[in-house]
């Protein structure tokens, strides 16, 4: 059996791997990063938020990832019962140094990210399947295999950015299915879909169906990613394939059927199960979990890649203290997954809430009174919570949502005209 060792292995070659394992190297450390498959490969989750670009920068990439993108300017929101579409400009949002973002075929972009990790020193190994993994106080050990055989690698700290195969939580008994999302997906991409022009040249758009919502994502070269997630009601009794599956819901929606009706699938449908959950801790002995490896959440605001991408970056600090002071690295692991819970909770709250008659009331009725609405587009351009400026404007909505929901259980429907926006909800993957 073959045998390596390494300051730092990073299980995992996507945003938060690649991520971590650049800005580690960068520092002069031995990073062993694996990659079960081999890029380019298929990965759901294209559309990026305004955000990423600060951390592409601090890559030095933004001008390769806008070269194989489609410019993001903003998003829509389309209501399947009324047909009613409403537009978000990411220009509106208080943080003005960001005012739009890409879209982005993910095995381009995976590959870029693979690339950096390689240029700065990291040593990248594709076609290599983590299989077991033994940590224990000042001992660390992961069984991998390629195609020559197995591997034993012993690193002084292991980084699993594994995605949703959640390599250490799911070995370790700590993954939790998180049962206020309980979502599937299924997904394809399609040429010949109807692309928004003019002034929404670029936007993702959101259709919100009656158990659940699309998202079209378009894509250089005239493609459009498009993708259903619903509760589990939407998929109970079905039958055949995912193909199946997907070709019926789009039938049944009458907005996203309308731009699809000259559309050829051009891929394989893939299908999802038990789409949001999250592990007990972010870290154990010897091992640090990061991205989708630690909590993944719905979609539906583009979280995905930003935040898996900005773990990757706090994993620096951690992973530093923690191979020289193992009891300073757990107290800094412990901060940086509060911060993570934190981030994925100012989306989660909306995500919870979608299909909630109040919330799609408001959202598809927005002013901009108080600055709620910019207020809410720099939250979900990816702006943390930040200064009292971006905050009032979000807890101000949130108060509006609670009355109006209060209101339509008493069976009365609030004058919403009077109200100040729902959320400039933009991005959606």
């Known amino acids: ?128 399947r983590a299989l077991d993994m033994r940590a224990g106080p ?25 995605g949703r195969d959640t390599f250490a939580a799911g070995k370790l008994g700590l993954k939790q299915a998180n049962k206020r999302n309980n979502t599937a997906a299924v997904y394809a991409h399609y040429t010949g879909a109807e692309f928004r022009t003019g002034d929404r040249e670029g936007y993702i758009s959101i259709h919100l169906a009656e158990d659940g919502w699309f998202w079209l994502i378009p894509l250089p070269d005239g493609v459009m990613s498009v993708g259903f997630v619903g509760n589990p009601e939407a998929f109970k009794g079905r039958q055949g394939s995912p193909a199946d599956l997907l070709a019926a819901r789009i039938a049944a929606s009458p907005t996203v059927s309308a731009r699809m009706r000259h559309a050829t699938r051009v891929s394989d449908v893939t299908g999802t199960g038990n789409y949001s959950y999250y592990a007990k801790t972010n870290a154990v002995e010897g091992c640090l979990m990061i991205g989708d490896a630690f909590a993944f959440l719905d979609p539906m605001f583009s979280s995905g890649v930003l935040l898996a991408m900005s773990s990757g970056e706090k994993a620096v600090a951690v992973a530093e203290a923690w191979v020289k002071d193992a009891a300073r690295g757990r107290a800094l692991a412990a901060r940086m997954e509060r911060e993570m819970r934190h981030a994925m909770g100012r989306f989660a709250w ?80």
């Open 350 to 429: 909306l995500v919870y809430r979608i299909n909630t008659p109040a919330l799609r009331l408001l959202f598809m009725a927005p002013r901009n009174a108080l600055r709620m609405r910019d207020g809410l587009v720099s939250l979900l351009a990816g702006t943390p919570r930040g200064t009292w400026g971006q905050l009032v404007p979000v807890l101000v909505f949130k108060s509006i949502y609670y009355l109006t929901a209060g209101l339509l259980r008493l069976g009365i429907h609030p004058p919403v005209a009077a109200y100040p926006p729902p959320a400039e909800m933009i991005a959606a993957e």
């Open 1 to 128: 059996m073959r045998e390596l060792a390494c300051d730092f292995l990073v299980i995992g070659a996507g945003p938060a791997g690649c991520t971590a394992a650049a800005l580690l190297a960068e520092r002069g450390h031995d990073v062993l990063l694996l990659e079960k498959d081999r890029h380019p490969r298929f990965h759901i989750g294209e559309s990026l938020l305004p955000l990423n670009t600060a951390i592409f920068d601090r890559l030095g990439i933004r001008d390769r990832v806008a070269a194989i993108g489609t410019h993001k300017p903003g998003a829509e929101f389309v209501a399947d019962n009324t047909g009613k579409e409403v537009q978000f400009s990411f220009a509106n949002a208080l943080d003005k140094r960001f005012p739009s973002s890409w879209q982005v075929r993910r095995a381009d972009f995976d590959q870029i990210l693979f690339e950096t990790a390689k240029a700065k020193g990291a040593r990248a190994i594709e076609g290599t």
């Open 138 to 162: 000042g001992r660390h050990e992961v069984t991998a295999v390629d195609s020559e055989g197995e591997i034993t690698i012993r690193p002084r700290l292991v980084i699993d950015a594994s």
